[in-house]
């Protein structure tokens, strides 16, 4: 990478980037990976050595976030050596009352075909700006961004731990401060939205190990996973909450209680650490009993931690990434996916600028496109929260949310799909054909948890990759290495809204034969429907179009069965 050249007696850069945590961090490395002869300033707060074991909350990604460090970041080797493979998203439903042996288990038996890890964030984030540095890019620690002024070139001020004024300029700047959100309050960047849900977290000294929730003596239990449930994000799921558990490297615990405002207000845990332990213990005494002992290491709290903007990209050469811009609900480690699509439209726009190519229809897109994504995701999570105790329904809701991330989102990620404007209309062509399908289907799962406690299903473990071989199927065909053969790409789409639609089938009739029985003889007779008519409503469905379908009637008894062998009838339940 090239030195800033002074103007002025001021040091003028192709960029600045306000902020080195993952994010900021991520996007300079990048671009020294791309070969870009740029030069880059990366400015933030803290110095090295970073804490390790307790320092950001976010050490869970998933498959696409964690394809974002070891794929395009070049991190495999690191991450193999120095963090934690992740064991894929873990779910215990029905509240924290009861025999723990007992509650239904979503999650997988041996790792994910796709890589993912649990990030000790001090450890990588040092590891990064070493990285950063190595890259010829200049990174200043300890040092407080006080202000951005967007103009041509643009101007930032700040102070170095001395307290001194210091300013450079840049062509490009990007702000990636976090939760400072700088340009967003600067700017006006805000979109009125009063995220619904809070959080607090911690960090404990040693292993807390969901393995030791079950006494070993039920060796059932035990042997139905394979590789160490301890490496899992494992998520305690109760009415309007979820308690994670997440391992760090080498052998410390993340705890997290997050909750919807309206069913469990922040103030009623997030005080302290010893408010927290009292809601443990009545929400989930044996998450409270397993920390007993344990030394806690940090304690944080957010208020309403959802937010999104109107704008994150500007044909002005100014950008935001990770929490700067927008942020989603954590609730399926999406932040380092985030990151990733952020950096990656950065990048290109950076490109395009450098080839005099870049304009506003493409920022436009990229704008859209990230901000529709944050948008979709937080409202398809955070709609879920009365129903966390519910396992059934969440589970059928958390199949359906995995068969939408991986087989359409996914694949534009993997494939740089969603960098060229062309290819990602087209693409959402094809995904176009069960947008209203998705809507109905998020009501659904609501009515039905606002209608029951308990379903008439039960289950006891359900791995969403043995257990479901056409999305698994569905899933390995899009991974990694990167192809340029869209085709191919558009192919597997078109099958993966075929399963999707027969999905929606499914799902609707075993909530109808769950609610309705009586119902279920309208819907045999059917057959196929128009999924875009979903409802519980019975009254409204030759209104809405129910039984006249939009699409040619499929043979879908296989994935019926497939899906429909997950769950067995509740004893006590009549008439399923
Ligand atoms: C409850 C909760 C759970 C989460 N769980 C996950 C998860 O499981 N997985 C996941 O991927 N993400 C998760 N996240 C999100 C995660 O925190 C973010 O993805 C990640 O931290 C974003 O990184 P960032 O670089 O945008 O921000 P940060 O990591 O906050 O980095 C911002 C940087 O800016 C610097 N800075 C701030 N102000 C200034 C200033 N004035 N001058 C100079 N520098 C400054 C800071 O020092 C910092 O290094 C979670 C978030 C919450 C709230």
């Known amino acids: ?56 909350v976010g050490e869970s990604t998933i498959e696409t976030g964690a394809y974002y460090y070891h794929g395009i970041l070049g991190l495999y080797d690191y991450l193999e050596a120095e963090q934690l493979e992740k064991n894929g998203l873990r779910y215990f439903y029905g509240g924290g009352h009861g025999d723990f042996a007992a509650r239904e288990e979503y999650g997988v038996r041996r790792f994910l075909p796709a890589k993912s890890y649990q990030l000790d964030r001090g450890t990588l984030e040092n590891h990064l700006r070493d990285l950063v540095e190595a890259d010829g890019c200049d990174l200043r620690e300890g040092i407080r961004v006080k202000d951005i002024e967007i103009g041509t070139p643009h101007e930032v001020t700040f102070t170095d731990a001395a307290g001194t004024l210091h300013r450079a300029r840049s062509r490009w700047v990007v702000d990636a401060m976090g939760r400072r959100r700088y340009l967003a309050h600067k700017l006006k960047l805000d ?13 404990v000294k040693g292993k807390v190990s969901v393995n030791d929730f079950v006494p070993k003596s039920n060796a059932r239990w035990h042997a139905r996973i394979e590789d160490d449930r301890w490496q899992s994000t494992t998520h305690m799921m109760g009415k309007g909450y979820w308690v994670w558990l ?12 997050v909750s919807s405002e309206a069913i469990h207000p922040i103030n009623t845990y997030g005080l302290n650490y010893e408010q927290a332990l009292e809601w443990l213990r009545t929400h989930e005494p044996v998450v409270a009993q397993a920390l007993e002992g344990h030394e806690l290491m940090d304690f944080l709290k957010l ?32 932040g380092s996916n985030m990151i990733g699509f952020a950096n990656g439209f950065i990048c290109r726009m950076l490109e395009m600028d450098r080839a005099g190519t870049l304009n506003q229809e493409y920022v436009d897109h990229a704008n859209r496109y990230l901000l529709t994504l944050n948008d979709f995701l937080t409202d398809t999570i955070q709609r879920g929260y ?24 996914d694949p534009q990620f993997y494939h740089e ?17 069960i947008v209203v399908t998705q809507a109905r289907m998020m009501t659904l799962f609501e009515d039905w948890g606002r209608r029951t406690d308990t379903t008439g299903y039960t289950f006891e473990f359900i791995d969403y990759i043995e257990h479901l071989p056409t999305l698994k199927d569905l899933h390995v065909r899009n991974l990694p290495p990167k192809t340029d053969d869209f085709r191919m790409i558009l192919d597997n789409t078109r ?51 129910l039984f006249a379908p939009k699409t040619a009637r499929r043979d879908f008894a296989r994935h019926r069965g497939e899906i429909e062998g997950l769950f067995t009838l509740r004893p006590a339940s009549a008439g399923v």
Request: charged content about 20%; overall charge negative.
């Open 303 to 334: 208020k309403r931690y959802s937010h999104t903007a109107t704008q994150l990209f500007s044909t002005d050469r100014w950008a935001c990434t990770g929490v700067s811009g927008a942020f989603a609900d954590p609730y399926y480690s999406v």
């Open 495 to 545: 099958e993966a809204v075929d399963r999707i639609e027969e999905l929606a089938h499914i799902i609707f009739f075993l909530a109808v034969r769950d609610l309705m029985p009586e119902q279920m003889a309208r819907l045999e007779s059917a057959g196929w429907i128009n999924t875009e008519a979903i409802g519980l409503d019975p009254d409204r469905w030759e209104r809405d179009g």
């Open 191 to 203: 979109r009125d939205w009063r995220g619904p849900c809070s959080s607090a977290w911690w960090r």
């Open 386 to 409: 009365p129903n966390h105790h519910i396992g059934p329904i969440m589970a059928l809701k958390t199949i359906w949310d995995y068969y939408i991330g991986w087989t359409t989102t």
């Open 417 to 433: 799909l969603y960098l060229d404007p062309t290819l990602s209309k087209i693409m959402s062509g094809v995904i176009s054909r």
């Open 246 to 257: 997440i391992p760090v490297a080498p052998d410390n615990t993340s705890v997290g209680i």
């Open 1 to 56: 990478m090239r030195n800033a050249t002074l103007v002025n007696g001021v040091p003028e850069y192709d960029l600045i980037i306000c902020g080195g945590g993952i994010a900021g961090l991520g996007l300079a490395h990048q671009l020294a990976l791309r070969g870009d002869d740029i030069s880059v300033l990366v400015l933030d707060l803290l110095s090295r050595p970073l804490p390790p074991g307790a320092f950001k």
